[in-house]
T-cell receptor, first 110, second 110 residues
């Protein structure tokens, strides 16, 4: 089954804890993205990567970190510095201007 | 500032009625605009893009630079059109930095 796989589907974070959201793609796309979605708001870009070993901050990168060691993988770490982490997180990859999205991870704070 | 506004959170119509989902943008350059759709229990996916001037599932959207709008239209709504629709702008950041609107939920009643 080709596409983008995000895991886990639901994740809970304790106070002061870092958590990592997984995103894997087998579409052979160079570019990958992380978006955050809050109720009543559009998707906001956290980080993006155009190529392996390179990534750029989006509009709301504070409190998040990423890595891009492999073309297929673009994990997102929500650090303890992110004071309001509860949200739905979407990973995407792209070829040209068309984005392909994963099914998302809902992160909640305990 | 680059911004996408979708003024309606919810649009409710009856089957067979015309549909217009509004999208206004703010960008001083030459924009590229897209509509993404999320059906129930499915992933967010590209519906159409203005440069293609295509009709997908009976939907069309025309870029009106004078009114800075990119409204999505369909002459006769179907129940299967019920979904969440997002308008997105590719501005100065290029395809890697799409700016999404807050989304409009379309509910088509029998």
């Amino acid at each position: 089954d080709g596409g983008i796989t995000q895991s886990p589907k639901y994740l809970f974070r304790k106070e002061g804890q870092n958590v990592t959201l997984s995103c894997e793609q087998n579409l052979n796309h160079d570019a990958m993205y992380w978006y955050r979605q809050d109720p009543g708001q559009g998707l906001r870009l956290i980080y993006y990567s155009q190529i392996v070993n390179d990534f750029q901050k989006g509009d709301i990168a504070e409190g998040y970190s990423v890595s891009r060691e492999k073309k297929e993988s673009f994990p997102l770490t929500v650090t303890s510095a992110q004071k309001n982490p509860t949200a739905f997180y979407l990973c995407a990859s792209s070829i040209g201007e068309k984005l392909f999205f994963g099914s998302g991870t809902q992160l909640s704070v305990l | 500032a680059q911004r996408v506004t979708q003024p309606e959170k919810l649009l409710s119509v009856f089957k067979g009625a015309p549909v217009e989902l509004k999208c206004n943008y703010s960008y001083s350059g030459s924009p590229e605009l897209f509509w993404y759709v999320q059906y129930s229990r499915q992933r967010l996916q590209l519906l159409l893009r203005h440069i293609s001037r295509e009709s997908i599932k009976g939907f069309t959207a025309d870029l009106n630079k004078g009114e800075t709008s990119f409204h999505l239209k369909k002459p006769f709504a179907q129940e299967e059109d019920s979904a969440m629709y997002y308008c997105a702008l590719s501005g100065s950041g290029g395809y890697n930095k799409l700016i999404f609107g807050a989304g409009t939920r379309l509910a088509v009643h029998p």
